[in-house]
């Protein structure tokens, strides 16, 4: 019998045989929710999947928070915000909503009038007024949505939806996202419907909800000017930090900082 034959044999011996004592062990170091703390639903915008907010989930779950991320289906504005809303209301507390980019439309929509939400913290994102389509906002603030997004094809016919150009993911949304991550997020973007552009905000929930921003100042999808713009009429609480449209994936630790200070005011 051989060395490492004996030490695994001993170790086995050690544990009566059974590594169930090791995976209990794992099992019981997983973080249980803070019924302190409120909820936090993620919600993701065009061009992208629940994924994005993996390293801000994992966080948010190590801090505690109980986190939701949803799956939004690019369909349009209306009915993304009520089958956001959906989600919220099935959710069994206050609740935090964090919008990126389109998200942030979402989000907007969603949460009016909502006696589960508890505020609001936009990344990168569209926080429109009243009246206010994604097509107008994007237009006002020079993004390139226009000139990178190619129709989606099924079965070799384009149809009414977009999907960001391959060749210019990497470059516009996610530049300081190392590239093979950066391709892989390209490969598994989310086509998001040509209508949501066109669909206007009904009265948004910021109005009547504490806020907050965080501006990506490196992004190449939705200005920063734009975004400070927006952030300013939140009347919100407004973070900067360098950062591609892609922040929540490159930065994921300061996401969380802006989320920790918004469950500190809404608790």
Sequence with gaps: MGALTVALAAAACSSGGDTSAAQTQTATTVPQPDPN?????????????????????????????????AAVPLRGLKSDSAYIRGILDSLPGKTILVGHSYGGAVITNAAAGSPKAAGLVYVAAFAPDQGESLGELDGRYGGPATKITVPHQVDGEAVPELTIATDKFGEYFA??????QAAVMAAGQRPISVASFAEKTDIPAWRALPSWYLVATEDRMIPPTGQRE??????????????????AVSHPDVVVTVIDQAAARTR
Excluded: C
């Design 37 to 69: 703390k409120p909820g936090v639903l993620l919600v993701h915008g065009a061009f992208a999947d629940g994924s994005s907010w993996g390293g801000v989930a994992e966080q948010l779950q190590a801090k505690g928070y109980r986190v939701t991320t």
């Design 175 to 180: 530049q300081d996202v190392p590239a093979v």
């Design 230 to 247: 927006m952030a300013k009429r939140l009347n919100g609480t407004v973070t900067e930090h360098a950062g591609s449209h892609a922040i």
